[in-house]
């Protein structure tokens, strides 16, 4: 895409101002009611900067290094991914409970959702009790074991098409690109598999 960094930028930090205020005066918030903040992420600093835009000034310095830590957590997946657009705020907040040292079960989360100017929404959830079972300890180093590929390979995949029978069905025996694979395409899903 072709965009105007300047102006973007601009937007997603207004656009995040604007709907955190209207967020706080809807349930009336206080910053301090929350252990974490995971934005939108086309990139990890743009998002720091939404963050010190809206951290109150006043806010306890324990608070503040809690949120920022957090917030370092929430970038970790990111930085080894870089930008999957919609889907950066949820790998954010894996990457924030995969991550953090301090989060724990009723620790309220704030989520920042941006979609390129056109709209945005802040809301928030809590974290239940039992939710540590649920994440992965190794997943940098699964990121870590990723196969490189050049312009012409990644290319060669993209462009590559199934070939369908009658019932929007195929099969990928010999379908290796790592830890999980397209499997099959059954009745036009598809489906992965680990290995």
Do not use: M
Not at 45 to 72: C, H, Q, S, V, Y
Not at 157 to 181: I, P, V, W
């Amino acid at each position: 895409p072709y965009v105007q960094g300047i102006y973007s930028t601009k937007q997603y930090l207004d656009s995040l101002k604007t709907t955190w205020a209207a967020y706080q005066e809807r349930h009336q918030a206080d910053f301090a009611d929350f252990a974490a903040f995971c934005l939108h992420l086309p990139y990890p600093k743009l998002a720091l900067k939404g963050l010190n835009k809206i951290i109150p000034k006043d806010l306890n310095p324990e608070n503040k290094e809690r949120l920022t830590n957090n917030f370092d957590a929430s970038i970790t997946y990111s930085r080894q991914i870089g930008n999957i657009y919609t889907g950066s705020l949820y790998l954010g907040l894996l990457s924030l409970l995969e991550q953090s040292q301090d989060l724990k079960a009723g620790d309220k989360i704030g989520f920042f959702s941006y979609g390129s100017g056109a709209v945005s929404e802040i809301f928030s959830g809590r974290l239940v009790k039992g939710y540590k079972d649920l994440l992965r300890s190794d997943r940098l180093d699964t990121f870590a074991k990723r196969q490189h590929l050049s312009v012409a390979d990644y290319e060669k995949l993209f462009y590559e098409e199934a070939q369908l029978d009658d019932t929007g069905s195929t099969q990928f025996a010999d379908y290796q690109t790592g830890a999980f694979r397209l499997a099959e395409i059954s009745e036009h899903q598809r489906i992965y598999k680990g290995n």
